[in-house]
């Protein structure tokens, strides 16, 4: 079997819905992907996560290279299998990681020196060392280590991230040694338009089987985000698939789908479960509102999630205000059904050429 030939088999607008098959399974697109940071999606099992309908499942390869370590995973038959999760995996490079400890990172042409979260020790990240470490995990999918720069950057840091992302990309592109693996390269320079053209050139010259589009929705304003994100979708090459990391709002998504990028990840929906919040069509509902303990309906009227497919507001309520465990269990539950279904449907909407109408109907703020 051919593997990660991606195949586009409709398309709407500047939508497309897609199949990309896996050594683990078809992942169909639009999609959205589960971010299980340290191979566990919060207080979600595989079980649920199956049941929820998720095709894909993140994890990041910094937070596993120290905690339980790459090598232990490889020995325990890869991640995979460690975490109990037959379905097509993701693997992050830890780049985002890396550079979100600001000045306790230094970069350099070499790659980049930080101290672990977890003891203080100092380690150095080489584009070869991300790759070698992807590799063991065994995801379906890996990611080149690039140098995503702050939102508020300055010219010259977000020139200088765009040099280090394309020279490291032709050396993860060198390093990669697993044909049953994706390799993607990333995309950055900011919101300025000039960059970002000259960013996606050269990742494209590289030649990798996937894009994603890295620094954006860290911090932005919106209208520089979506504007962004249009210019840069537009730019890949249509024939492969296109991964926008971290967005994970509903109308950033549907906006995303629009402009032709087929797979999202992001931490949101657990952390707003953390923080009792819930997706809904109408935008996002504050659990611990004391006017819900009356009320006897779910959380969103037709979701298929367990949560409201068993529970109401006022005891989803109750037990978010008493810091439940089953209350954050279940808003999780919920908040990533939510995700995944709103990009099933506008995969569904898509192949029946109505994705502007379906797109319309979800587009309200949260």
């Known amino acids: 079997m051919n593997y990660f030939d991606f195949k ?15 050594p683990h399974g078809d992942i169909e697109t639009p999609c959205f992907m589960p971010v299980g940071t340290r191979a566990t999606v919060k207080t979600l099992s595989p079980r649920d996560l199956s049941e929820a309908g ?9 937070h596993l290279f120290f905690r339980p370590g790459a090598d232990k995973i490889a020995s325990r038959g890869g991640l995979h299998r460690f975490m109990s999760w037959g379905r097509p995996l993701l693997t992050d490079s830890g780049g985002y990681q890396v550079f979100s400890l600001g000045p306790a990172a230094r970069a350099s042409a070499g790659g980049v020196e930080f101290k672990s979260i977890y003891d203080g020790s100092r380690h150095f990240f080489t584009p070869e060392l991300s790759v070698r470490v992807q590799e063991q995990l065994g995801a379906d999918i890996i990611m080149c280590l690039d140098q995503c720069p702050p939102a508020d950057a300055d010219p010259g840091e977000l020139r200088q991230a765009v040099e280090r992302t394309a020279a490291w990309a032709a050396r993860c592109r060198a390093r990669h040694r697993r044909r049953d693996q ?8 900011g919101t300025d338009a000039k960059l970002r053209r000259e960013s996606t050139a050269r990742t494209i010259d590289v ?11 860290v911090g932005e304003e919106r209208p520089a985000m979506l504007e962004t994100l249009a210019l840069t979708a537009a730019l890949l090459p249509r024939e492969r698939p296109r991964y926008f990391m971290g967005l994970g709002d509903p109308a950033g ?5 629009a402009a032709g990028v087929d797979m999202f990840d992001c931490v949101l929906p657990t952390r707003l479960a953390r923080h009792g919040a819930a997706f809904t069509s109408g935008g996002r509902l504050n659990m611990r509102g004391a006017a ?13 999630c367990y949560a409201c497919r068993n529970f109401s507001r006022a005891y989803i309520r109750h037990l978010v205000t008493l810091e439940e ?7 999780s539950l919920h908040n990533v059904t939510f995700l995944l279904d709103l990009t099933r449907k506008a995969r569904e909407a898509i192949i029946q ?5 379906i797109r319309n109907c979800l587009m309200r703020p949260t």
């Open 8 to 22: 586009i088999i409709a398309g709407d607008g500047g939508a497309r819905a897609g199949i990309l098959p896996t």
């Open 207 to 217: 030649g990798f089987d996937g894009y994603a589009i890295g620094g954006l929705s």
């Open 325 to 331: 465990i089953l209350g954050l269990h279940l808003l």
């Open 292 to 304: 819900l303990a009356r009320k006897d309906e779910p959380i969103e009227a037709g979701c298929r």
């Open 182 to 189: 994706l390799l993607m390269g990333i995309v950055q320079g």
């Open 353 to 357: 050429g109505r994705f502007q109408e």
């Open 253 to 257: 998504i549907m906006a995303a789908v």
């Open 54 to 62: 998720a095709q894909v499942v993140l994890a990041n390869a910094y």
